[in-house]
């Protein structure tokens, strides 16, 4: 090959939405250039607008079905903040315990069920001897989880005859075999296996939120003023099934996700080490899981708030919402420049893609490529999600957070035979992405725990209020307020004007609005397009390190949904913004 | 599970429900022999994967036992007698010829997640595991080139063959660019069209596929619209509901399986075996109702009892889906089981007639069920009887989903 190629991932699988990634590969197969699109809207706070701020949560749920619950509460929240209304003790622990449920079924399903996939090579599992497999699962974890050498042979077995079919569904034309897979046939059995048991254990998790939440995807018991599920909680039995369900996916959580994750480490810690994805290296958190009730960004929180620039973990700037902007040089709307998501215009000015000799349709990168708007904070673009949160919680110096950081980077020099922990830089990395994920994971899943607990002696002293009294027609005049908080994949927020009681504006700036979106008004890239610069590929005809990276971010693509309408005009005088783009 | 499955046969072979779960001998005996016949021509067919019911129960180490089990409390809930049970067993087994194509447009993925989080112990799940899934972008490993390859390459295998299954709205404004998909950048209009073309049926699952949904909520910014706006000459199917429940996505794929043609419909061309009741007609709460006990205030002396919620906005008297039945996530809950209304997300134009938290009588929508619901409140709970209530919504509520019986469909 003698110079570069410019290729087209898309669509993106395996996330939520529709996602394009262009990338320039130069003669040496390194990433040169990338360029992050979304490529589908539905207009949601537009449809919005006018309606009752009470009603809010329900549709705004709807922006996606992952992270459901999550735009949910905080389109719910964001109409308490205006309204001025704390919720009882009762309902901020259901709220918790839902969003809780939340990310650990998100998380272990995307290592599993969506990234799990770049790392692992389910067809070389084949290869894999089951009692080998049961030794080597031991290197990891004294007590693993489902890979005893019985247990494999009935996977195998149940691989075998599946890859024997003929028609692979949907693992076919993947990249098996590919050089970038590093596991060793045992070791992608193991992760054969979990990935099996994890299809069937999720649904678990996705009960967790069902008890208080009635249903999931798509819940529906939160209100404002507080939660409906009152005598989901006052059952004694609601509890211990809640307590049994959690305490089963805890323990697949620390036998099985942990040790993978660990494994993986070890063996891509050449990509981990040399900081392979690591993108921007700035991250914000917005702040989440209030801890007492003292109320809206009063409250003591799990996850604490706060910028962390340039991986500098020494010093932690704290968060302030006033200096969020948005940008759309690159974006299919017209503005004059940055604008605050409050003062946000949208005039959607779609300029299409270009077609060329080849037949395909290409991003005019030049210009503007992406319906998602380009979030800005100070003046810097940053990223967010679970790495992010771990960072800031270590900058900020959170006991709980700094605990859970240094015990997976402990196990990891361990297991790297360093005789002392990994460096903290590793995590700045598409393998530290994901591993930050996991480290997050097993604290909330301990966290809960204490939280049903917490809940049970509550109700158990006679507390059984779930909801907050306000008179709607004294609140509801002329108000603003705004939900910010954390989504499993980084900072969500929504920002609601009301006016006569009705929703006058309304606009979210959520985790893959920060993460997926193209270059700024300085030219500036976005997370995603930063963490591919540099990367080698392999083969240049298989996307697997570009989807390895973007993987790693968990992108939630459906929440990318701007204003738009039928014409391409502004649609009102209001003042309408982005979504998110989860 | 089974046991649930089981209770759940009880309930739809009831009598005096709206739906007509008894045609006489003569009809059941011709549908028999259409069955038979078509299951026989399946199986001559060509097997789109070798992967079998018998493996998969096996795997699982399940009997033949269970599997006869459920097999016989599908039948029921498909409302067929049961001495079809062997029918829809056999179906079961042959539901590896037919393959299924998942296609994303304007949609959250809530319904995907929704399968994936479908009922254990899995026996449904399996199904759906030995059905041919052949592309679905939330779960598949191809990416970009090779996942578009591969979808081609299984519209060319088994043309006029596949199920089309369709999550979330079509936009048809500004040309359909508001969604585009692949590296030549389709729209998903074209898209659609494009798969559709040589699929035997069209399943559209979800609220946004089926009525246009979230996107098409007032003022449906995008023009989006649902699969039966933009696709004709295709038998389609509706599953709506947000999610659609993933028992009433299996119990449609099995009959198409099980007849080679789309299940008895509603006028909205919903399946009747799911979407035949209200989720009044089967409530936890309906004794709360008809006794005239309601929630008043959310968290109140009411709530904490389980009293009915039709004060607070509930709209299970206007929807028709078996949530009351099915339950969600296991059966573990559901909204109303939560504590919360229904929100009708099974009927067209929710969005803008039935998802908030107030009662019929409070918004300026008109309930379609003739406005019973003004009596609540109007004429005060001493005048609410089951029976008044009852008669009222049964007479409107039958008539539309009792329209499509006197056109003869199968």
Known sequence: MSKSQHIIVDPITRIEGHLRVEAVIDENNVITDAFASSTMFRGIETILKGRDPRDAGLLAMRICGVCTGTHYQRSIEAVEDAFDITIPKNARLVRNLVQGALYIHDHVVHFYHLHGLDWVDLVDALKGDPKKAQEESFKWCRTPYGVSESELIQVKERLTKFVKQGRLGIFSNAYWGSKAYKLSPEQNLIATAHYLQALDLQRDAAKLMAIFGGKMPHPQSFVVGGVTCV?????????????TLLKKFTHFIKTAYLPDLAMAGVEYVDEALDG?????????????FRLDDTGFYNSELLFPSGVVLNGDLSKLHPFDQTKVAEDVTHSWYDAKGPQHPYDGTTNPNYTGLEKKDDGYSYLKTDEKYSWIKSPIYDDTRVEVGPL?????????????????????????????????????????????RTAARAIETELMADVMLEWVDELAANVAAGDLSTWTEFDFDKVAKDTKGHGLAEAPRGGLGHWVKIKDGKIENYQAVVPSTWNAAPRDHKGRMGAYEASLIGTKVADVNQPIEILKTVHSFDPCIACAVHIVDTKGKELSQFKVNTSCSI | MVERREALAKMFSAKGSNVNTNRGAEYYDSLMQTMTKRLNELEKTEVAT??????????????????????SATCAALMLPSN?????????????????????LQDCAGNSEAILRSDAPTIDELILEVISLEFNETIMVAAGHQAEEHLEEAMKTFKGKYLCVVEGSIPTGMDGYYGTIGAKGETFEEHLKHVSHNAAALVAVGTCATFGGVPAAAPNPTGAVGVQDIISGKPIINIPACPANPANITGTILHFVLTGQIPELDHLNRPKFAFGYRIHDNCERRAHFDAGEFVEEW?????????????????GPMTFNNCSIVRYNEGVNWPIGAGHGCIGCSEPQFWDKYA?????????????????EKTVDEFGLGLLTAAGIGIGIHAAASAMAGKKDNEGEA
């Not at chain 1, 989901?232 to 307590?243: H, L, S, T």
């Not at chain 2, 070798?50 to 097999?71: H, P, Q």
């Not at chain 2, 968290?299 to 906005?313: H, I």
Request: charged share 20%; with cysteine.
């Open chain 2, 84 to 104: 079809f049970t062997p029918l829809v067993a056999k179906a079961a087994e042959l539901m590896n010829r037919v393959p299924v194509i998942w296609l994303e």
């Open chain 2, 356 to 372: 908030q938290e107030r009662p019929m009588a409070d918004t300026h929508f008109k309930a379609p069920t003739g406005g019973v």
């Open chain 1, 276 to 288: 392979t994805g690591a993108g921007l290296k700035n991250f914000m958190s917005y702040g989440d």
């Open chain 2, 50 to 71: 070798k992967n079998s019911i018998a493996n998969v129960l096996e795997a699982e180490g399940l009997t033949r036992r269970d599997f006869m089990k459920w097999a």
């Open chain 1, 388 to 432: 992010a949160r771990m960072v800031v919680g270590v900058a900020a110096g959170d006991k709980r957070i700094t605990k859970y950081v240094t015990n997976f980077l402990a196990l990891l020099g361990d297991k790297l035979g360093l005789g002392k922990p990994a460096p903290t830089a590793a995590l700045f990395s598409t393998v530290g």
């Open chain 1, 231 to 243: 005598q989901d909680i006052q059952n004694p039995a609601r509890i211990a099934q809640f307590k």
């Open chain 2, 299 to 315: 968290g109140d002396k009411g709530a904490q009892n389980n009293f009915c919620l039709y004060k607070m906005g509930c709209k």
